[in-house]
Each structure stands twice: as structure tokens, then as C-alpha cells.
């Protein structure tokens, strides 16, 4: 948009001829009163005395009513005052003057229309400026650009997509701003940020305001009162832009000018350990940089941290960048999010959802509808990003929108707007987010992980593993005083799961969800570990072989490396590998199946350097079942691997 003294540049060119030659006739009044006038008026308006300068240039316009400069600077009045309405009235008058400002004023005038969402009015203007002849190419630019977005914004219209927000209520809405942050993928917990008068009682006498965040929990549907976050995440400083990871273990927000800052804004963590926030660290100069980082989104993949950054190499001003998590604890150097995700304009506020495949953000660059406009990107099969799509009128408007959150099952979305009344300025908004701007439909894993002898909660490792190709998809722990976890599961994939904890056998698990329907039910089971020692036994359920076959298939890649892993941590161990069948079939065949594939484990482990003194095998047919043979469940569950613990 066009600053609102674009204009006041021509009036003081002027001004300073006449004041150079004292020659009146360079303005475009000859009444000695109006022009008097209108010098008073310039005076208080660079002294930024608005009512003073809008009384005076009034005076100068009720002597002339002719005079195209008093016209001009009338407008950029209103518009400092963010009376855009009368700016505009103010700009067409002094077109109607026949003077020689319209190319330009046409510009003007086309940026101020579209700032308020007249985009038809506004094409015109583009147009009319756009015909002038020997135009500056950065600026015959500029609006073309602007006109695609006027042209955009009138399709958008014309095609609205469904959009019915819904003010959060009391327990999270105040007279002061709310903005929102994130919510638990179990929709349990919703964070904000509130920005509260620092020093008065009202808010119209608040000269400063501090920013905190606040908390929700949801009990039977309603949101609770919301309460302070406190200490240590907050402070007597400002902290804003706060993110939860989607297994709640990891707070990341940013906060500005502090002393262990390296920019102006730097981003910082802190670890949820039992009901408490640790004291939170500055992620440091990797992360950080000299300039203003912020807006921090970790990804349900446990290693991957989006943010905005005015770093240097971006594509604009503001760009999204991301950096990982590597396993000894140090963050990788950030990486630029590309061209099709950042433009030579400002992109801001990331949010990945938990399906690891949809980023939200807000943008100023792509086609929109003016100011800020909420886009969504899906990841490609390359780990590219895909074309920005503009969610639409009217989730977008000419106003700005910032700050889009989207729950874990993707159905609802929440927004902050001060433009649908409210109870204060921004207020919280949910709202059903339409099909087409959807992410994949997630769920979830929740519970509690716990030594099976002690009943102690545990702290344990936990490794989502995409069947397909062994790539570890997601990493999380479980809270060290707690022992509850929680981890998001992306459907349409089928996966390993793998938690493992020093002194203990691993837990093996799977979950099938290509091709299910479940409408984001959630998976709720506590995990016992077993303390290595002998006699105990674990049961391999992602080992796989086809119907009556003993070669192992492709799927079985991933458990096979962490029991490699395993064998390796705990090199003094002997295991034997035992395979089981269901009573389908003779006992003596079950027998020779079950045992040639116990021992086409064995030989995987060894011909990957695992001693063979440290493994036997065994088949034991259908001898030994751990469930029922008369259901078709059951007799899967007694199709199985196991290793036990037969030595250390």
C-alpha cells in the first residue's frame, strides 16, 4: 500500500518553489487567503497536529474549492487518520480539479480503495494510471500486480467458500486483545496469548500493555476460565507467538530484547516436565539471528521448527524458514522455505499441522485480497512445498489476517479478528474449516508408559515408522514424572511404533490406517515396559511374512534395525528368536513353518553383524498361543515373532 504522505511529497515540491521564487501561480489556487492557509495547514500537519491541519486545510478549501493541492494533502490527512472513506472523497475531488497530479492521484487513489476493499473502483484507477504514458517500470509494476489482486479479489467474492465463526466466549475473551496460539491434538488444551494494560485500570487509559499467555482446558464441551500461564514462561517483559509441540512436551515462543537475546526478537523452548514448565533457553545463535525471528511452529515429526525470520537470503523482507532437531540436541543451520512458499513481500506465521503435510501461513506477496492473506501449502512427494493456495473470501478480506490455527482432526479452524464485534478488540473465533482447505485427517496415541513390575511411570523414546519405507516419521517422549505421552498419527499410512528406554525391552506396536475410516478416534492404551532379564519376552508385531511363507517381507526392514539397535546397545545378552502360527493346518507343518521363520530372523541379525553365539531359535507350531484360535483376530495375534531373553 501507499504511505499516506505519497502526496504531501508533490505539495512540499511545490511549496518549495514558491518558496524559492515567491510565485503563487505554481499552486494551482491565485486566492492569496487559501493559499495562506494551506501553508498554516502544511505546518501543523508535518508537526502531526491532524485536527489542527484538517481545520485549516478545510478554510483553505472553503476559500478555493478549486485548489487541487489542498485537495491532496486533505487526503493524506484523513488517511494518517485512518479515515479512508474521506481520503478517498478527498482524492477524487482533486481529480475532478483537472490538475496535473492524476497520474498519479489515480495510484494514490487506487491503493487507498483497495486498502478498504472497493476492488472494482480500484481496477479503474490501476487502469487510468496504467494508460499514462513513460511510467517508472517499478511502479508500472507495482500496479499491475495490485490490479491481478483486484481482479483476484472480485472472483474470490463472487465464489465464497463457507466460513461461520464463532466467538469463544467469556472464559477466553476479554475487553483486551486475544490472539490465538495452538491446541492440544486432543483438543484438551488451548493456549492464547492476551494483551493485558500494564499500569491502568481501563483500556482506554492503558499508555502500555504487556502480552502473557493463558490456558484453557475443555471438560464436557466448554472451555474452562482461562488462566495465566505464569512463571517462568511469563514475565514482566512481552512474550508472544507461543507454540505447543503436538505431544506436549516442548513450549516454543518469542520474546524480544532480552539480554540473552541475539536479535531484536529471538525464539525460545522450554520442556514440560510433570505439571511445570522448565526455565526456558534461548535456541541460540543457529536458530537466531541478528535480525527479528518469531512465530515458531514444531512440526509432529518431533525435529522440525518453521518460523518467520528478517534474517539475510531470504526472498523478502520476512520469509518462513525451518531447522531440525538433531540427536545430539543441537539445531541445524535454517533452511529458506523456497520460492513458492516466500516472495519478495512478507510471509508470516507458520503453523504445520500434526499431519506433517499442510502449512498454514499469511502472506502479502502471493494473489490475494490486500493486506495479509491466510494461504495453505501441501508438502510433496520430493519434501518440496506445492503451490500456496489463498483460503478464500471471506476467511480473507482487505484487511489483514494473520494467525490461523487448525485442530488434529482438521474440521475446525480458529482465528483472531477484531472484525465481527466481539467481546474487546481481537477476540478468539472457531469456525468449521471447509473440505477443500482440510490437512489429513490425523489422530492419535495417547497414554501412559509405566515399569510393568514397579508400576513407576516412565520416561521412554517413542518412533513412528512408515511401514513402506522404514523412514522414522515422528519422535517423542513420554513426561519423565508422568509418564503419559501422547503422538499423532497421520491416517492413510501404515506404521511401526517402537518405545524403548535404557534398561528395558522395547515395546513393539503397529497401526493400520490406509484405507480406514476413522474419523480422527483416537488410540488410548498405557505401555508396559519389562526390565531386561531372563525368561522375558517380547513380541515382534512388525515382523511379516506372506500366508504360509517364511521369507521375510519388506515391511519387516524397520523392526528388524531396532532389534539390531537393541542386541547392540546390550551386547552381553543371548536371545533366542521363536516364531508361532495359529492351529490352522497340522501341528507337524505349523511346527516346520513357525521354525523356519525363527530362523530367517537369525539369519537377517547375522548377516548383519550380529554374533551368532548370541542367538539361538525355536518354532514352536501352535503350542503356545496367547490368545483364541476361533476368531480371525485371535489367530493373527498367535501368528507371531518373539525374541526372549535367554542369557546375559
Known amino acids: 500500500m501507499i504511505p499516506a504522505r505519497f502526496f504531501l511529497a508533490f505539495v512540499i515540491c511545490h511549496l518549495s518553489f514558491v518558496v524559492a521564487f515567491g510565485q503563487g501561480q505554481h499552486f494551482s489556487t491565485r486566492d492569496k487567503k487559501a493559499e495562506k492557509l494551506f501553508y498554516q495547514a502544511i505546518d501543523s500537519y508535518q508537526g502531526q497536529f491532524l485536527d489542527k491541519a484538517a481545520a485549516e486545510v478545510k478554510k483553505a478549501l472553503d476559500q478555493d474549492p478549486l485548489f487541487t493541492e489542498a485537495y491532496i494533502l486533505q487526503g493524506d490527512i484523513f488517511a494518517d487518520k485512518r479515515q479512508y472513506e474521506k481520503a478517498i472523497d478527498s482524492y477524487q475531488s482533486a481529480v475532478q480539479t483537472n490538475n496535473p497530479f492524476s497520474p498519479n492521484l489515480y495510484y494514490v487513489l487506487a491503493n487507498m480503495q483497495l486498502t478498504i476493499g472497493r476492488y472494482a473502483d480500484s481496477r479503474s484507477n490501476f487502469q487510468r494510471f496504467l494508460e499514462t504514458d513513460q511510467l517508472p517500470e517499478p511502479k508500472r509494476q507495482q500496479a499491475e500486480k495490485a490490479m491481478r489482486n ?13 466460513f461461520a465463526p464463532v466467538n469463544m466466549g467469556d472464559s477466553i475473551n476479554t475487553r483486551y486483545d486475544e490472539y490465538i496460539n495452538a491446541v492440544t491434538p486432543d483438543e484438551e488444551w488451548l493456549y492464547f496469548t492476551r494483551k493485558n494494560p500494564r499500569d491502568a485500570q481501563t483500556i482506554d487509559q492503558a499508555q502500555e500493555f504487556e502480552e502473557e499467555f493463558y490456558f484453557t482446558r475443555q471438560v464436557d464441551s466448554t472451555w474452562l476460565t482461562a488462566l495465566n500461564l505464569g512463571a517462568p514462561i511469563n514475565t514482566h517483559g512481552n512474550e508472544g507467538a507461543l507454540n505447543i509441540s503436538p505431544d506436549g512436551n516442548y513450549l516454543f515462543f ?59 537470503g531470504g526472498k523478502g523482507s520476512s520469509d518462513i524458514w525451518k531447522s531440525q532437531l538433531q540427536p545430539d540436541g543441537q539445531w541445524s543451520v535454517p533452511v529458506n522455505l523456497g520460492d513458492l512458499v516466500n516472495t519478495r513481500a512478507e510471509e508470516m506465521a507458520p503453523f504445520i499441522h500434526p499431519d506433517d503435510q499442510t502449512l ?28 500456496p493456495v489463498n483460503m478464500g473470501y471471506p476467511i480473507n478480506t ?21 472484525k465481527f464485534g466481539g467481546k474487546g478488540r481481537q477476540d478468539v473465533y472457531q469456525f468449521p474449516l471447509y473440505r477443500e482447505a482440510r490437512p489429513l485427517l490425523t489422530t492419535y496415541f495417547k497414554g501412559i508408559v509405566y515399569d510393568v513390575e514397579t508400576k513407576e511411570k516412565l ?3 517413542f518412533e513412528l515408522i512408515d511401514l513402506t519405507n522404514s523412514k522414522t516419521c515422528a519422535r517423542a517422549s513420554s513426561d519423565k514424572v508422568t509418564g503419559a505421552f501422547l503422538l499423532v498419527l497421520p491416517t492413510e499410512k501404515n506404521y511401526a511404533l517402537n518405545v524403548s528406554r535404557e534398561g528395558y525391552l522395547f515395546f513393539s506396536d503397529n497401526f493400520f490406517l490406509t484405507g480406514t475410516n476413522l474419523q480422527g478416534k483416537p488410540f488410548l492404551k498405557n505401555i508396559p515396559l519389562k526390565p531386561i532379564k531372563i525368561g522375558e519376552t517380547v513380541v515382534l508385531k512388525n515382523i511379516f511374512f506372506d500366508t504360509d511363507k517364511y521369507i521375510l517381507k519388506d515391511e519387516s526392514l524397520a523392526e528388524l534395525q531396532k532389534l539390531i539397535g537393541f542386541i547392540r546397545d546390550n551386547p552381553k545378552l543371548k536371545i533366542e528368536i521363536s516364531g508361532h502360527t495359529d492351529n490352522v493346518g497340522s501341528a507337524e507343518h505349523n511346527l516346520e513353518l513357525s521354525r523356519n521363520r525363527a530362523n530367517a530372523v537369525c539369519e537377517f541379525l547375522i548377516q548383519h553383524n550380529i554374533a551368532k553365539t548370541a542367538l539361538s531359535y525355536a518354532g514352536y507350531g501352535f503350542s503356545q498361543p496367547i490368545d483364541v484360535n476361533t476368531t480371525e483376530q485371535g489367530r493373527a495375534n498367535n501368528r507371531r515373532t518373539e525374541f526372549k531373553v535367554v542369557g546375559n
Not at 483486484?150 to 463457507?162: D, H, R, T
Not at 514448565?277 to 512465530?295: I, R, T
Not at 494473489?367 to 495479509?372: R, T
Not at 482432526?409 to 479478528?417: C, D, F, Q, V
Open 150 to 162: 483486484c481482479e483476484f479479489a472480485l472472483k474470490c467474492i463472487a465464489n465464497p467458500v463457507p
Open 398 to 418: 482487505f484487511a489483514d489476517e494473520i494467525t490461523l490455527v487448525v485442530n488434529a482432526k482438521g474440521n475446525l479452524a480458529y482465528i483472531s479478528s477484531d
Open 254 to 312: 518469542a520474546a524480544c530484547n532480552r539480554d540473552d537475546g541475539y536479535g531484536s526478537c529471538d525464539i525460545y523452548w522450554s520442556r514440560h516436565v510433570g505439571n511445570k514448565w522448565s526455565e526456558p533457553e534461548n535456541l541460540g545463535g543457529v536458530v537466531n539471528s541478528a535480525q527479528w525471528d518469531s512465530q515458531p511452529s514444531f512440526s509432529s515429526d518431533g525435529k522440525t521448527l518453521y518460523f518467520a525470520s528478517k534474517r539475510p
Open 360 to 387: 498454514y501461513f499469511s502472506s502479502k506477496g502471493h494473489p490475494g485480497l490486500g493486506g495479509y492473506d491466510l494461504y495453505f501449502s501441501r508438502k510433496q512427494v520430493d519434501s518440496d512445498w506445492g503451490q
Open 459 to 461: 520416561e521412554a523414546s
